[in-house]
């Protein structure tokens, strides 16, 4: 070997340990033995989630035959039975993420200490792009896994949703046995209407133009809808907070304040009357932990 192909070969080597220097750490692989409930962080990291953010089951109400459905949906899945993705959409605030978070600690629960526990895992919108390589690492692991995205839509010009197609198509492998796909959404087919409306209105053939991106609901068994609740069904779900949080109060005190925090903010909800409650136990000097 030369003289020049000496340097140039430690110059080589050079390069090489300082592009390793950069390189980020190889991701550990998936422990799903941490926690019952992980945050997904691409490309490959799954953030344990020491305590949920949740209500549980039996405080939410006013979606009763949509709780029971999923609840149902929820524990074929856990026992190892044929189940449906399942997509939940309609009204703000009417607890479609809330049900998603007490389904899997509904199923848990009723399954019992000595069953193997059900995962849960949320991904982000942004991160979508990224499923199809999760459902691959998945795939491997011994339990049976949710995957939840919160408040899942796409915009125009958005092909990211190419990925959830997949993913829950699975491709020539399917869909992994193990894995189901539970989303919540405000619009029925994840689309704004006003997009579809402009695709039908330039295109050759209205109806091709859109079946791609409308064909991504189909792709969910399970399309549970929420809808706006009563007065009664809000002050139901008011009661169930005030009794849960220990609050010690009776109706009378409450009643008249919680329609008027309803009427200042034009809607009844799940989400209000939590907020209400909130608002209530402050103005007490009591705490609510729920």
């Keep these: 070997m030369t003289a020049l192909e000496n340097d140039q070969l430690i110059l080589l080597r050079r390069i090489a ?3 390793e220097r950069l390189a980020p750490a190889p991701s550990p692989p998936a422990d799903l033995e941490r926690a019952d409930c992980f945050v997904f962080q691409p490309p490959a990291t799954l953030q344990p989630v020491p305590k949920v953010n949740r209500v549980p089951v039996e405080l939410l109400r006013g979606i009763d035959r949509s709780r029971e ?5 929820t524990r074929r899945f ?3 039975l044929p189940a449906n993705n399942a997509l939940l959409w309609g009204a703000r605030g009417m607890g479609k993420s ?4 007490a389904a899997h600690e509904w199923s848990n629960r009723e399954a019992g200490a000595d069953a193997a526990p059900l995962k849960l895992i949320e991904i982000h919108r942004e991160d979508i792009d990224h499923l199809p390589a999760l459902m691959q690492v998945l795939r491997m692991q011994p339990f049976q896994i949710l995957l939840f995205c919160d408040d899942l839509s796409f915009d125009h010009d958005d092909t990211s949703y190419k990925s959830l197609k997949a993913a829950l198509d699975g491709g020539v492998e399917g869909r992994p046995a193990n894995v189901l796909f539970y989303a919540t959404s405000n619009r029925r087919h994840l689309l704004p209407r006003n997009m579809m409306e402009n695709e039908q ?3 050759i053939n209205p109806g091709e133009a859109v ?3 409308v064909s991504l609901s189909d792709r969910f068994g399970l ?3 929420f809808h706006k609740c009563s007065q009664d069904d809000y002050l139901a779900m008011v009661a169930g907070y005030v009794r849960e949080g220990g609050l010690g109060v009776e109706g009378e005190e409450w009643r008249a304040e919680a329609l008027e925090w309803s009427t200042t903010r034009g809607n009844r909800s799940g989400r209000v009357a939590y907020q209400f409650v909130q608002d209530f136990a402050g103005r007490l000097g009591k705490r609510f932990d729920i």
């Design 17 to 19: 340990d300082a592009l």
């Design 98 to 101: 809330s049900l998603v978070k």
């Design 201 to 203: 209105s330039t295109a």
């Design 223 to 225: 399309w549970l809808g």
């Design 69 to 73: 459905i999923l609840l149902e949906n």
């Design 211 to 213: 079946e791609e991106k």
């Design 78 to 80: 856990a026992a190892g």
